[in-house]
């Protein structure tokens, strides 16, 4: 049993407990937010089935064929606004939580053990590095902008974790050194710290205390920091769902109808890159973000049900961004085979002059 001051790791102690109640409400609105993004009547296609593929080989064959399993696996799982939520909140979770049961087992008494805060410490170290990396990887899909600063995020992350990790392998030396001696491993040695006169128990103690605290700074940093994520990715959602909205109710029309008159004007070689762009209406693969087709091999099956208004996709299931450089590529070749033309019709009209 180590010999701990209570008053620290008490007021650490309290401190994580209150800000792991009013993470609570954090998460109660991401969770509200969520919801809205499923406010359709018959949703109910998933999302990517190129992921779907690669899982449902794992499911047995009973699973498989189950519709509720399939859409819950592809839309929500499939989700990166989802993943990224749920992994934000255990990285703070993570870090509010070890600072509590660290101070917990420091001010226990019974518990205060070496290898007792060593064990928690890779522990905790181990869910975090997992939340943290799928974290990161869902906020790159996102797609979020980002501010000069916010480029720095994930340097200051990685280095508590880098600072977590060593912290956890000084406090094992620690229990080694302080444990019956092992052979072909002298952890005495290991112990650098005792070269410049610190014990083992006064290295353990600097250890949790420095962790506990950082714990706290960064639950903080990381729930703040990720709300702007969460902010942003919903903003641009509004913006992007407003702009496919309006697209689909004029520009798309416009474009299919003057799209057909050309077709139907002119064909031949002239309208070849046009048509093959132009896709008989339905976005080409290059310009929908990848695996992201509702039905196994019918991949234009979503657009047709947005173009028909059924209610059964929602609009961020589109890569909006994609869909703005698809419609632009087409009216730039509209205008080229517009100055084509104009280009052949001006020498028919001298000829006639003369």
């Not at 406010?39 to 080989?57: I, N, T």
């Not at 444990?179 to 600097?206: C, E, Q």
């Not at 960064?218 to 769902?241: E, I």
């Not at 234009?300 to 049900?305: L, N, P």
């Amino acid at each position: 049993m180590i010999p701990l001051g209570d008053s620290f790791f008490s007021t650490i102690a309290g401190s994580a407990a209150a800000l792991l109640g009013l993470s609570f409400f954090a998460l109660i609105f991401f969770l509200t937010e969520l919801f809205r993004r499923y406010e359709y009547e018959d949703l109910a296609l998933p999302v990517h089935p190129d992921m779907l593929r690669k899982r449902l080989k794992i499911l047995g064959k009973g699973r498989r064929k189950s519709p509720e399993h399939i859409t819950d696996l592809a839309l929500l799982d499939g989700d990166p606004l989802v993943y990224f939520s749920a992994f934000s909140v255990a990285v703070s979770w993570n870090m509010y939580f070890v600072s509590l049961v660290v101070s917990l087992t420091a001010v226990s008494g019974t518990f205060a053990n070496v290898w007792v805060f060593a064990g928690e410490l890779l522990a905790f170290w181990c869910i975090l590095t997992f939340s943290l990396i799928v974290r990161n990887k869902k906020r790159s899909e996102l797609v979020t902008y980002r501010t000069r600063d916010e480029h720095l995020w994930a340097a200051f992350e990685w280095a508590f974790v880098g600072i977590w990790f060593m912290g956890a392998a000084c406090t094992f030396i620690a229990a080694f050194a302080m444990g019956p001696v092992i052979y072909f491993v002298d952890f005495k040695r290991l112990a650098f710290w005792s070269h410049f006169g610190i014990d083992n128990i006064t290295m353990v103690v600097s250890i949790l205390k420095i962790i506990s605290l950082g714990g706290l700074f960064f639950g903080l940093y990381v729930t703040n920091k990720d709300f702007f994520v969460y902010f942003k990715s919903k903003t641009s959602d509004r913006m992007r769902r407003k702009w496919l909205t309006d697209f689909l109710r004029v520009r798309y029309p416009q474009l299919k109808e003057t799209i057909n008159e050309i077709m139907v004007s002119k064909g031949g070689p002239d309208t070849k890159e046009l048509k093959k762009l132009w896709h008989e209406g339905c976005p080409p693969v290059e310009y929908v973000r990848a695996g992201c087709s509702p039905l196994l091999g019918k991949p234009d099956a979503r657009w047709e049900s947005l173009l028909a208004s059924e209610g059964r996709v929602a609009t961020w299931m589109f890569d909006v961004s994609g869909l703005a450089l698809w419609a632009s590529a087409l009216e730039q070749l509209i205008i080229q085979s517009a100055h084509k033309s104009a280009d052949k019709e001006l020498p028919l009209a001298l000829s006639k002059s003369v």
